[in-house]
C-alpha cells in the first residue's frame, strides 16, 4: 500500500509569494491533517479536514489555508508569504477515530528568501 | 500545550534494549497514548499506541502503568539505525470528530556502537 506522498518535495519562493502544496493520502483514509515544523517551534498542527471539510484548526494566520477534494486529497496555500514561512510542512492521513494512528508523508521543504 | 513530559536526550548501547520513559500524569481516560520517531528529514514515523493495555508489535512494546500517569517504550534491540527523536504523545479529542496531536520537544536517543 502506497504512503502518503507529498509533492513537491523541495521549494524556494520570495517574499509576497503564494504557494500551494499537495498531499495524497493512503488509500481509503479520509482525514488529512497539516503540520508545520520549524526547529524553533517545533512541529505544529495548522488543520485537519474530513470529507472536505475543515474541523480543526490550529492557532495560525489566515494566510496559511487548506481544502480537500472529494477523492480524499488535499492541499494547503500559503499566501504573502513571509521569511518565518520557512518550514518542513508535513501532512499525516488517518482512517476515522481515536484508535486509527496518523501516517505522515515526509513532507514540503519550503524556504523563503 | 503537549500533555507529556520526556527525558531530552538518551543513549543506548547498539544491541542493547532501549527504554524511553513518558510522564502523562493528566491523561484522562478515553486517551490514548502514541509514540512516533523522526529521523532527520523525514516525516515523523507512526510506532505503537495504547490505552491502558501494554502492547506489542513488530517494532517495539509499550508498556503503560496501571494508574496510566506515565509509560516507557521498548525498543528490544536497539540498531544504529534507531537514532532519531522518539515523541511521546496523548491524542486530544477536539470536538467535531477530530483527535489531534500536539508534540512536545521529545526525546533524542542515540544509539552507540
Known amino acids: 500500500k502506497a504512503g502518503v506522498t507529498q509533492t513537491p518535495r523541495y521549494l524556494i519562493k520570495t517574499r509576497g509569494q503564494q504557494v500551494t502544496l499537495s498531499c495524497s493520502p493512503i488509500?481509503?483514509?479520509?482525514?488529512v491533517s497539516w503540520y508545520q515544523q520549524t526547529p524553533g517551534q517545533g512541529l505544529q498542527f495548522l488543520f485537519e479536514?474530513?470529507?472536505?471539510?475543515?474541523?480543526n484548526k490550529g492557532n495560525f494566520p489566515g494566510r496559511f489555508s487548506g481544502r480537500q477534494f472529494s477523492n480524499s486529497r488535499s492541499e494547503m496555500n500559503v499566501s504573502t508569504l513571509e521569511l518565518g514561512d520557512s518550514a518542513l510542512y508535513l501532512c499525516?492521513?488517518?482512517?476515522?477515530?481515536?484508535?486509527?494512528?496518523?501516517?505522515f508523508g515526509d513532507g514540503t521543504r519550503l524556504s523563503i528568501l | 500545550d503537549a500533555k507529556t513530559t520526556q527525558p531530552p536526550s538518551m543513549d543506548c548501547a547498539e544491541g542493547r534494549a532501549a527504554n524511553l520513559p513518558c510522564n502523562h500524569s493528566?491523561?484522562?481516560?478515553?486517551?490514548?497514548v502514541y509514540w512516533y520517531r523522526q529521523i532527520h528529514s523525514q516525516g515523523p514515523q507512526y510506532i505503537i499506541h495504547?490505552?491502558?493495555n501494554n502492547e506489542t508489535n513488530e517494532m517495539a512494546s509499550l508498556i503503560i502503568t496501571e494508574d496510566r500517569k506515565s509509560s516507557t517504550l521498548i525498543l528490544p534491540h536497539a540498531t544504529l539505525r534507531d537514532t532519531a527523536v522518539y515523541y511521546c504523545?496523548?491524542?486530544?479529542?477536539?470536538?467535531?470528530?477530530?483527535?489531534?496531536?500536539?508534540f512536545g520537544k521529545g526525546t533524542k536517543l542515540s544509539v552507540i556502537p
Open positions: 499525516a492521513s488517518s482512517l476515522e477515530g481515536n484508535n486509527q494512528p496518523q501516517h
Open positions: 488509500s481509503g483514509h479520509r482525514s
Open positions: 479536514y474530513f470529507s472536505e471539510t475543515q474541523r
Open positions: 493528566t491523561i484522562s481516560g478515553n486517551e490514548y
Open positions: 495504547g490505552l491502558k
Open positions: 504523545i496523548v491524542r486530544v479529542y477536539s470536538g467535531a470528530g477530530s483527535y489531534q496531536l500536539t
